[in-house]
T-cell receptor, first 115, second 111 residues
Framework: DAGVTQSPTHLIKTRGQQVTLRCSPK?????VSWYQQALGQGPQFIFQ???????QRGNFPDRFSGHQFPNYSSELNVNALLLGDSALYLC??????????????FGAGTRLSVL | EDKVVQSPLSLVVHEGDTVTLNCSYE??????LLWYKQEKKAPTFLFML????IEKKSGRLSSILDKKELFSILNITATQTGDSAIYLC???????????FGAGTILRVKS
């Protein structure tokens, strides 16, 4: 049973560029959440997708957008990259039913460096 | 604004020691508190706590929640070098199970 998988593992971009990060949830999970973790800090919630809709959003600008596909996989898009967007981007998946519902399981993340 | 505070920020102990990590929170519509261990990148799930006073235990790790005083502790007994990691506390708040994280406690276990 594969866990949460994210791609790519590392990415280097320059200011002003756009980036797309991808996430495949754990088998059987229907909800995907995205977090940004800056160095030395805890993860910060970006947004969450369920049934292909953005269900909840944190305090991130509109430059951050996402999508969920019918197979529950998800993408995070960031436009007009800033130096401050450099961070580890974590995807977490969960399911809405069952004993372990709402426990979020994390992928290994994508390390984004903006130069 | 929802807030989770962990203490200490970092800790260095010797193998065999017992450690206690603290997590206090202020959130609206509390639903649960979760502990994660982050060694390199992926935080791995340890415990989910929803009820006060009920200890969750897994091997040498245990955790308890106090919903009246708004805090939780994570205990690790007989520490090993493999316990070296960042321990993250998160609270599930409001609708839709968004997690609010603390900054983490960096634990280093010396042999």
């Amino acid at each position: 049973d594969a866990g949460v998988t994210q791609s790519p593992t590392h990415l280097i971009k320059t200011r002003g560029q756009q980036v797309t990060l991808r996430c495949s949830p754990k088998s059987g999970h229907d909800t995907v959440s995205w977090y940004q973790q800056a160095l030395g800090q805890g993860p910060q919630f970006i947004f969450q997708y369920y049934e292909e809709e953005e269900r909840q959003r944190g305090n991130f600008p509109d430059r951050f957008s996402g999508h969920q596909f019918p197979n529950y996989s998800s993408e995070l898009n960031v436009n007009a990259l800033l130096l401050g967007d450099s961070a580890l981007y974590l995807c977490a998946s969960s399911h809405t039913l069952g004993i372990a519902k709402n426990i979020q399981y994390f992928g290994a993340g994508t390390r984004l460096s903006v130069l | 604004e929802d807030k989770v505070v962990q203490s200490p920020l970092s800790l260095v102990v010797h193998e065999g020691d017992t450690v206690t990590l603290n997590c206090s929170y202020e959130v609206t519509n509390f639903r649960s508190l979760l502990w994660y261990k982050q060694e390199k990148k992926a935080p791995t799930f340890l415990f989910m706590l929803t009820s006060s006073g009920i200890e969750k235990k897994s091997g040498r790790l245990s955790s308890i929640l106090d919903k009246k005083e708004l805090f939780s502790i994570l205990n690790i007994t007989a520490t090993q070098t493999g316990d070296s990691a960042i321990y993250l506390c998160a609270v599930e708040a409001q609708y839709g199970n968004k997690l609010v994280f603390g900054a983490g406690t960096i634990l280093r276990v010396k042999s």
